[in-house]
């Protein structure tokens, strides 16, 4: 395990160096995503939904999961918003926070964990093939409930925002969390998978080069996007959100996952270690959108980010002997 996770920062390490270099800039990066989540990704997710047994398939990780997830952001959001100091109101850039709008990016940014870039290079890394499909299974619901959980709170915070406005951002949430290009081959995967048709050995072989590419490419453009994002940093109030990030959301989800569902032990280890990944980029690009709490949701994913280098050994110690 020591080995696997250490071969997980080495090649973060190398995006972080190769950002460092210039070989790689912001705008080459968003291309080298782009590319990434469009080809890369979708074969693997593919290819992985398609080959299991859909009657193995099971609700209970998406509701321990999300369960345990709105409990924790609503919780985050409610102390946000009555002691709003404590997490940095006082340096709002640009236009002043909203105490609501303040809540909803930090509630988010305490709860939406980075599933793809990191977590499917890394539940495929330490948990195999029977890992990533919990994953992925959670995957189909996650963006769609938590993106929406935080359009609601932003909503509820901006004022005067005229219907057509509101109109345009529910379709972008809809096509962002239900069309996006990494959850669409799941759902193709699980169709696959009910129609009981297995892939030709050409299709088959070739999705799965393709598959092999996403894991290091994932965790290369990670480490470069760190890098490029550091000068985003405002320390000031994301102590509470790792905390809960880190610390709080885990557990939360454990306790749900394993005390109150009982579910199997693989299961329970897949889903902690997610809760237990970085903050994703939507907080973050959910908060530029409303101009609310755009430092803090910044600072969250860097700081988190670096921070996972200590944390996640640990609680993927807690979980050596199931793999």
């Not at 992985?48 to 345990?68: H, R």
């Not at 952001?73 to 997490?87: D, E, P, S, T």
């Not at 990191?118 to 994953?135: A, D, N, R």
């Amino acid at each position: 395990m020591t080995e696997a996770l250490l071969q997980v920062f080495v090649i973060i390490g190398i995006g972080v160096l190769v950002a460092w270099l210039g070989w790689i800039d912001e705008q080459a990066t968003q291309v080298f995503s782009s590319l990434i989540v469009r080809v890369f990704l979708p074969a693997l997710l593919f290819r992985a939904m398609a080959s299991v047994n859909f009657q193995t398939l099971s609700g209970g990780p998406i509701l321990a999961y999300l369960l345990a997830t709105v409990a924790v952001f609503f919780l985050v959001y409610g102390l946000a918003y009555r002691y709003a100091h404590w997490f940095g109101a006082s340096e709002a850039a640009g236009p002043p926070d909203t105490a609501g709008g303040l809540a909803a990016s930090a509630a988010l940014s305490a709860t939406f964990s980075n599933n793809v870039m990191i977590g499917i290079p890394l539940v495929k890394l330490f948990f195999g093939p029977e890992g990533l499909v919990v994953l992925l299974t959670v995957l189909t619901m996650h963006s769609l409930v938590m993106l929406g959980t935080g359009l609601v709170c932003f909503e509820l915070a901006v004022k005067g925002r005229s219907r057509r406005s509101k109109l345009m951002t529910a379709k972008h949430l809809l096509q962002s969390a239900v069309l996006h290009p990494v959850v669409v081959p799941i759902y193709l995967g699980l169709l696959v998978s009910l129609m009981g048709w297995e892939l030709p050995l050409l299709v088959d072989s070739t999705l799965a080069s393709l598959g092999n590419v996403a894991i290091p490419a994932c965790l290369v453009l990670l480490g470069a996007t760190v890098f490029q994002s550091r000068h985003q940093v405002r320390p000031k109030g994301v102590a509470p959100v790792l905390v809960f990030k880190l610390v709080i959301h885990p557990l939360v989800v454990f306790l749900v996952a394993h005390g109150l569902l009982g579910l199997p032990p693989l299961t329970v280890a897949v889903l902690t270690t997610m809760a237990s990944l970085p903050t994703g980029s939507n907080p973050y690009l959910m908060s530029q959108r409303y101009n609310q709490g755009v430092s803090l949701s910044a600072t969250a994913v860097v700081a988190t980010t670096a921070m996972t280098a200590i944390s996640l050994p640990y609680v993927l110690s807690l979980f050596s002997s199931i793999q």
